[in-house]
Nanobody, 123 residues
Framework: QVQLVESGGGLVQAGGSLRLSCAAS????????MGWFRQAPGKERDFVAA????????DYADSVKGRFTISRDNAKNTVYLQMNNLKVEDTAVYYC????????????????WGQGTQVTVSS
């Protein structure tokens, strides 16, 4: 079991960049696949990016491909989401989540979630 805490959100202008971090506490972070999700007001929680326990099997939502990069540092128990060329439609609360071994797109497959960090992109 891991506990997850996101950070790095904020207000940024369209075209700008942010880097989100998700710090994990607890044992065996390196055995977990990780995912990033986002939820805008009144909408469902959507998949953004995922990464496997060893940094492989990276997957992105079509809407963020070429702009966002997921990575992890198992020595620091942290997963990152580098977000470049941000758009107004990227505005949402961003969550990280953990599940054994491989990250996947379905939120229901994840057992551990962070509290979220707000990202607001202004025009």
């Amino acid at each position: 079991q891991v506990q997850l805490v996101e950070s790095g959100g904020g207000l940024v202008q369209a075209g700008g960049s942010l880097r989100l971090s998700c710090a994990a506490s607890g044992r065996s972070f390196s055995l977990y696949g990780m995912g990033w999700f986002r939820q805008a007001p009144g909408k469902e929680r959507d998949f953004v990016a995922a990464i496997a326990w060893n940094g492989g099997s990276i997957d992105y939502a079509d809407s963020v491909k070429g702009r966002f990069t997921i990575s992890r540092d198992n020595a620091k128990n942290t997963v990152y989401l580098q977000m470049n060329n941000l758009k107004v439609e990227d505005t949402a609360v961003y969550y990280c989540a953990a599940r054994p071994w491989v990250g996947v797109q379905a939120p229901r497959e994840y057992g551990e979630w962070g509290q979220g960090t707000q990202v607001t992109v202004s025009s």
